[in-house]
Each structure stands twice: as structure tokens, then as C-alpha cells.
């Protein structure tokens, strides 16, 4: 999890970075200002982020996924926060970029669908039996 809030910071601190760019402060007679280009890697993981806060979220999936389904809960805490982070850094084509934020989100939605299956199942912490317990895919999102 720790790779998830290191990539939630580093959107906060891009934000803060041109925020504190003051186009009226004094600058030398040889400067011109241009306003900063905002940062495309920022835009497109805080647009991501967006997708995956949302407000209907039933909290403990995170800690439910580490027991219920670990391999996803690597991919989603681990493996594709650090390949986010290395493309990032790398300054990697934007399309690759792009295609593993959709890996997260795509991901992200899944272990949520099965977290909300698996919590109305039981009404209590599931476990990973209970992952399909019959109840229909439609409308997984609603709580």
C-alpha cells in the first residue's frame, strides 16, 4: 500500500510545484514568464485516482484483498504502483503510460465488484469462498 500513497503524493507535490509558481514576483529584466505546462504524467494519474475514490466505496477492501485474493492485492499495492512510478520517472510515451493506469483502474473495479459480492454474501469480513455466492453482476457498483 505504501506504493499507492507514494504515487497520491507525488500527483499532491506536482500541484503544489505550480502552485507556487508566482507569475508577479520579480523576476530578472533578461526573464520572460511563461506560464508552466502542467505535468501530463500528474493529469492523467490524478484523472485515475478520481476513478478509483469513489464516494460509494466500501472501505476495507485493501485489507480484505491482502487475505482474499493476494496475487491481486501484489498487483494492485506493488507490481503496478512501481511500473507507474518507472514509467513516470522514465518520462515513458504517454500511451504506455496511459495503458497501465487503465490496468490499474480496470483492476482496481474488479477487486471492488468482488469485495462488494463477497460483503453482501456474508454482511460480515469474506472470505475467499464466498467470492461468488450467486448473486448477479448487474449494477456491482451500487452499494
Not at 38 to 66: C, F, K, N, T
Request: glycine fraction near 4%; charge should be negative.
Amino acid at each position: 500500500m505504501g506504493r499507492y500513497l507514494e504515487i497520491a503524493r507525488r500527483v499532491i507535490e506536482e500541484q503544489d510545484r505550480q502552485k507556487d509558481i508566482q507569475p508577479d514576483s520579480p523576476e530578472p529584466a533578461s526573464f520572460t514568464f511563461e506560464l508552466p505546462t502542467a505535468d501530463p504524467y500528474a493529469e492523467r494519474m490524478q484523472a485515475a485516482l478520481r476513478q478509483v475514490a469513489m464516494p460509494s466505496y466500501r472501505q476495507g477492501m485493501i485489507l480484505w484483498l491482502e487475505t482474499g485474493d493476494p496475487q491481486a492485492y501484489a498487483e494492485l499495492t506493488s507490481q503496478i504502483p512501481d511500473e507507474i512510478d518507472r514509467l513516470w520517472k522514465e518520462r515513458a510515451p504517454l500511451e504506455q503510460f496511459e495503458a497501465v493506469l487503465s490496468r490499474f483502474i480496470s483492476l482496481h473495479l474488479r477487486c471492488r465488484n468482488a469485495y462488494v459480492r463477497a460483503w453482501r454474501c456474508s454482511k460480515s469480513v469474506p472470505k475467499t469462498s464466498q467470492l461468488d455466492c450467486g448473486t448477479s453482476t448487474d449494477n456491482e457498483g451500487a452499494l
